[in-house]
């Protein structure tokens, strides 16, 4: 079973008090060393991933910031961060494994930024009826492993649905994600990659009805 080094985040926090160009250069080859393993550890979570799903694409993040649009200008990223895409246009969702120093690691499953068309079909479905996803919401053996649904929402009502709507709380989602924390130590442990992939194996249920919703019309007529 491939570990995360502990060298992984000596490494980060050495670039949090050190976050520059001059730095970072000098530490290249101890950078690429721990990124040679991060990859394996991705790549290791993928094919246990392939065991109960359909992926086509890992992406792991560089560690090159983007600051041309954002306040912080420091150049490096102090995480690791890879996403996992399942197959479209018959499956929906997507996975994520953040790998931070301090306690700030953690995993991601869901709807991260949904296209409009994607959004307003879920919400029309909720509109309808919700009943088969507060069941998988209220389960009790899923709520153990992703506890509640989490997202930015509106502060009311999107346009053109009732703000007294009886599942509201739903519809005015505008990201549907669930997220579980790790601690250093739990992502150091010899287990991380079993608790990784049970968990999201975890999700299937919500995943599947998701990806029911979204390839179908409101009639349930397929839409692929």
Known sequence: MRLVSKNVFEFFKKLEKNNNRDWFNEHKKEFKSIEKDIKSFYN?????????????KLKIFRIYRDVRFSKNKLPYKTHFGGSFH????????????HIQPNNESFIATGFWQPEPADLLRIRKEFEMDASEMRDILQDKQFTEIWGELQGEEVKTAPKGFSKTHENIDLIKKKQHIFIKKYTDEQVLSSNFIEDINMSFKAIRPYFDYMSDVLTTDLNGESLI
């Open 44 to 56: 290791e979570v993928l094919e246990h991933l392939k065991t109960h799903d359909d992926i086509d």
């Open 86 to 97: 399942r197959v479209k246009p018959q499956l929906r969702g997507g996975y994520y494994v």
